[in-house]
């Protein structure tokens, strides 16, 4: 059973055939052709019957009888009821055609006997009507349209010749439509299974050429980096879901790159001018994002550009955790290396400073052996961000004793730090990686501020999304400079002679790894930190 909706009307018949492999679309199409066709011929033929004017009168003997008009009108009524039978009943194909071929070989060769012998025009609207079945054919069955309608012909001059003598003219034209009419045949079924088959190689081509799009648009939509294409004007011809988000394009088929990003395109006329294959970094306008791009030129008609875009920041990520990797991997192997000496340089500088108290070259021993040890500590706790288990914590508990450890252990805090809580104030946290992190946030707030009463402050209420709480904490100090913004968060970046420089790198991860974020925030005076993660009720 095969399904061949043949146009847009005709959608609802379902075509059955004994050898169905052997029926394609292109036969059922080229039947409902000839058959409109027939349905012409037919409508002609009656024209020629009622029109005494040239040249439709010409088809016929001027001597018009009955029966060559019912013989039309059959044929109206059979081309008619063909066209109704194809719509309503899609099946039997080869049944269909060759019915449709008797009747056409019957009418016409009664109306070559009555109109005059094939001398007229009807001889040759017989070869074309053949000629348009064996195009529809196919198989041996165009061998026997033509031996029929041969029968046909030649039955009908042995007749002739019965009845009024014989006569070598048309006994001869009659051989000639013979040959004819196999000639036509074969010729037109060589040409309906050579565009047949050109046919069924076009339509897997182009199966082939859709799949291939599909996978490829598929491809394009899910890869990581932003896709453009560029005309060489700097007009966006197509983007994909990336790009759209890197840029913040809308509909930006057609428009200009200019409006989304002045300074790529600038930097993309400067390529146009002198090809470069490198990656160049500029600043989107729309989406506010870092951009890392890179562009390279097509051998398309019209040399459009093909532009790759990532997000610079996302590299810079990327960098940062191969980085904190390759420092994992190191700090693990020699951890127990290095803390081995460590503890006998611990314990030699005790035991000198007991001997002499009043030098300081065991005191400066034991600070830096305790400040390697630190940064070991550090680096091993990283390792550890996965192993986390939350918990809803009362900031209006836990952070006043927070600070009242950090003040025994490092005498201080004091009075230094307030508190302004708000709201929920409940924060969903790693209990453990919570005070790591507010140790270093108030740490460095310390040492920066100017140690008056409320230079530190900790400031806490909901955030802007439902179900988000925010905790700030403030110190009134210089500042960070605006230039070093970028790098506060990177692994080793201090500012402080004797800071590790993986305090903030460390809160970030840490952060992260709580599905929260820890942000910089923009203050007229001082540093504000500010974390922001889920709350619970």
Request: net charge negative; glycine share 8%; proline share 2%.
């Amino acid at each position: 059973m095969l399904d061949f909706p043949i146009s847009p009307s005709l959608e609802h018949i379902r075509y059955f055939d004994d050898k169905a492999d052997e029926i394609s679309l292109m036969h059922w199409k080229s039947l409902r052709y000839f058959l409109f066709y027939r349905f012409c011929i037919a409508w002609i033929l009656l024209a020629s019957l009622v029109v005494d004017a040239a040249p439709l009168s010409s088809l016929f003997s001027s001597e018009r009888s009955a029966f060559q008009s019912m013989l039309v009108v059959f044929y109206l009524l059979a081309t008619s009821a063909a066209i109704v039978t194809l719509h309503y009943y899609g099946s039997h194909f080869n049944l269909q055609l060759s019915l449709h071929v008797l009747v056409d070989v019957a009418v016409f060769s009664l109306l070559i006997h009555l109109g005059g012998g094939l001398r007229s025009a009807l001889g040759a609207m017989m070869l074309v009507s053949l000629a348009g079945a064996c195009l529809v054919g196919h198989g041996i069955l165009v061998l026997f349209y033509a031996a029929l309608a041969t029968v046909a012909i030649l039955l009908g001059e042995i007749f002739k010749t019965v009845v009024y003598g014989f006569d070598i003219a048309d006994l001869f034209q009659a051989g000639v439509f013979s040959a004819c009419f196999f000639g036509v045949g074969l010729s037109a079924r060589l040409i309906a299974k050579r565009l047949i088959t050109n046919e069924l190689l076009a339509q897997r081509r182009g199966i082939a050429l859709k799949n291939q799009t599909l996978i490829n648009q598929r491809v394009i939509e899910e890869v990581h980096d932003g896709v453009l294409v560029l005309n060489q004007n700097g007009d966006i011809r197509q983007h994909n879901p990336r790009a759209e988000h890197l840029l913040g394009l809308g509909e930006a088929a057609g428009r200009s790159l200019q409006s989304y990003s002045p300074e790529l395109a600038a930097r993309f006329f400067a390529w146009r001018n002198r090809p470069l294959d490198e990656y160049v970094v500029c600043r989107a306008q729309t989406s506010g994002m870092n951009l890392s791009a890179r562009f390279i030129a097509t051998e398309s008609s019209e040399n459009d550009v093909l532009v790759l875009i990532e997000d610079a920041e996302r590299l810079q990520e990327r960098a940062r955790q191969l980085k904190l990797a390759a420092l994992g991997r190191l700090t693990a192997n020699i951890a127990h290396e290095i803390r081995n000496p460590l503890s006998a340089i611990n314990h030699a500088g005790a035991l000198l400073h007991e001997i002499d108290p009043a030098s300081r070259l065991p005191r400066i021993i034991l600070d830096n052996a305790m400040r390697v040890d630190h940064i070991v500590s550090d680096v091993l706790e990283l390792g550890r961000r996965d192993k986390i288990f939350l918990e809803p914590l009362d900031l209006r508990l836990i952070l006043p004793n927070l600070v009242e450890e950090y003040d025994d252990d490092k005498n201080q805090a004091s009075e230094t730090v307030l508190f302004e809580i708000s709201g929920v104030a409940k924060l969903v946290f790693d209990r453990v990686h919570f005070h790591q992190i507010i140790w270093n946030l108030l740490g460095n707030a310390l040492r920066y501020s100017r140690k008056g009463k409320g230079s530190v402050r900790f400031v806490v209420h909901d955030g802007a999304k439902d179900g988000e709480v925010c905790l700030h904490v403030r110190d009134d100090g210089p500042g960070i400079d605006a230039g070093l913004r970028e790098q506060i968060f990177e692994p080793f970046f201090t500012t402080h002679s004797r800071g590790t420089g993986l305090g903030l790198y460390i809160a970030r991860e840490l952060c992260e790894a709580n599905g929260a974020q820890i942000k910089l925030m923009d203050t007229q005076t001082g540093t504000d930190f500010c974390i922001s993660g889920k709350a619970t009720k």
